[in-house]
């Protein structure tokens, strides 16, 4: 049996793990001689580099939500309109992007389905969500905000998956009947090749690429700043929360205020709000006065 007719079988064939039919696609790859096949099969298998160039499929548009809270009151699972969020941003925090291998969104089903789940959050930037969403809901600060994405979006992609693959192989086989039994293809039959390969596996793509610089920049707190970080700690100090809470915070907040670049400030900027939104109930009213000022060194 050819290569090509056992992966049309094992396209059909339940039991057949995708996985494994891409691994004898990827045989198919070199005996073709398809580099652009080769580097489709194995993004699929090793998953998406960063800034890689995505199949259209590998995009959902998926809802947003966040957590509001201000002094009196909170909302944990508040929607985030996309009119809400700069015009220049909305793109990519509305299609989510799905990198992940074939592999592991296997398992992600295969643990959604053992455990009922239908659902998960991908979670937005905290410095984005700082710099952009704490102005939605009138006098609510949010904390964090995430897309939900789907258990049904990842089963569409293996299903994107396979039709493409089977499309590509009963195109090859109806167009180029030889393709497996001669050493190497004609010219004509190479550019028939690629131009299946181009129409049936390729199709749209969209890149993740996004602004960036290679400029090394350093953070300079003013006096104000350095006051801001003095009187969080002072706060957090004077009140009631519990000892290993407090130490924990004014550990990061110190690491906030001894950053020396902006990268460095996000990161622990980021590390300061999941530890925040993981305490929030016994710590918010205490550190909210002071996020807006934090929010503003994202900038700097």
Same mark, same amino acid.
């Given at each position: 049996?050819?290569?090509?007719?056992?992966?049309?079988?094992?396209?059909?064939?339940?039991?057949?793990?995708?996985?494994?039919?891409?691994?004898?696609?990827?045989?198919?790859?070199?005996?073709?001689?398809?580099?652009?096949?080769?580097?489709?099969?194995?993004?699929?298998?090793?998953?998406?580099?960063?800034?890689?160039?995505?199949?259209?499929?590998?995009?959902?548009?998926?809802?947003?939500?966040?957590?509001?809270?201000?002094?009196?009151?909170?909302?944990?699972?508040?929607?985030?309109?996309?009119?809400?969020?700069?015009?220049?941003?909305?793109?990519?925090? #509305?299609?989510?992007?799905?990198? @992940?291998? =074939?592999?592991? *969104? !296997?398992?992600?089903?295969? %643990?959604?389905?053992? &455990?009922?789940?239908?659902?998960?959050?991908?979670?937005?930037?905290?410095?984005?969500?700082?710099?952009?969403?704490?102005?939605?809901?009138?006098?609510?600060?949010?904390?964090?905000?995430?897309?939900?994405?789907?258990?049904?979006?990842?089963?569409?992609?293996?299903?994107?998956?396979?039709?493409?693959?089977?499309?590509?192989?009963?195109?090859?086989?109806?167009?180029?009947?030889?393709?497996?039994?001669?050493?190497?293809?004609?010219?004509?039959?190479?550019?028939?090749?690629?131009?299946?390969?181009?129409?049936?596996?390729?199709?749209?793509?969209?890149?993740?690429?996004?602004?960036?610089?290679?400029?090394?920049?350093?953070?300079?707190?003013?006096?104000?700043?350095?006051?801001?970080?003095?009187?969080?700690?002072?706060?957090?100090?004077?009140?009631?929360? #519990?000892?290993?809470?407090?130490? @924990?915070? =004014?550990?990061? *907040? !110190?690491?906030?205020?001894? %950053?020396?670049?902006? &990268?460095?400030?996000?990161?622990?900027?980021?590390?300061?709000?999941?530890?925040?939104?993981?305490?929030?109930?016994?710590?918010?009213?205490?550190?909210?006065?002071?996020?807006?000022?934090?929010?503003?060194?994202?900038?700097?």
């Amino acid at each position: 049996m050819s290569l090509l007719q056992e992966i049309q079988n094992d396209i059909v064939n339940p039991t057949v793990e995708l996985a494994n039919i891409l691994r004898k696609c990827k045989i198919l790859a070199y005996h073709l001689n398809l580099d652009e096949f080769k580097q489709w099969v194995d993004n699929e298998l090793n998953g998406y580099p960063e800034m890689a160039v995505l199949p259209t499929y590998r995009y959902h548009r998926c809802p947003a939500q966040g957590y509001f809270h201000n002094r009196f009151s909170y909302m944990p699972d508040a929607d985030i309109p996309m009119a809400s969020i700069p015009k220049e941003h909305r793109d990519i925090h #509305q299609n989510v992007s799905f990198v @992940e291998s =074939i592999g592991e *969104i !296997q398992d992600i089903i295969s %643990s959604a389905r053992s &455990s009922d789940k239908q659902s998960f959050h991908r979670p937005w930037e905290p410095s984005f969500v700082a710099l952009h969403c704490s102005g939605i809901y009138k006098e609510m600060q949010c904390l964090k905000a995430w897309n939900i994405v789907t258990v049904s979006q990842f089963i569409k992609i293996l299903e994107n998956v396979k039709n493409r693959i089977q499309t590509f192989i009963l195109e090859v086989r109806a167009n180029i009947p030889n393709a497996e039994e001669v050493p190497s293809l004609t010219i004509p039959q190479q550019e028939k090749l690629m131009q299946i390969y181009n129409t049936t596996i390729q199709g749209d793509v969209q890149n993740l690429a996004q602004n960036s610089t290679d400029v090394t920049q350093h953070i300079v707190f003013n006096d104000a700043n350095t006051e801001t970080f003095s009187k969080l700690i002072s706060a957090i100090e004077a009140s009631q929360i #519990q000892a290993s809470i407090q130490s @924990e915070l =004014i550990v990061i *907040i !110190q690491e906030m205020r001894d %950053s020396q670049t902006p &990268s460095q400030f996000r990161e622990k900027y980021s590390k300061f709000m999941g530890s925040l939104a993981d305490h929030m109930q016994v710590v918010g009213t205490v550190v909210a006065p002071f996020l807006p000022q934090l929010s503003t060194l994202l900038s700097t």
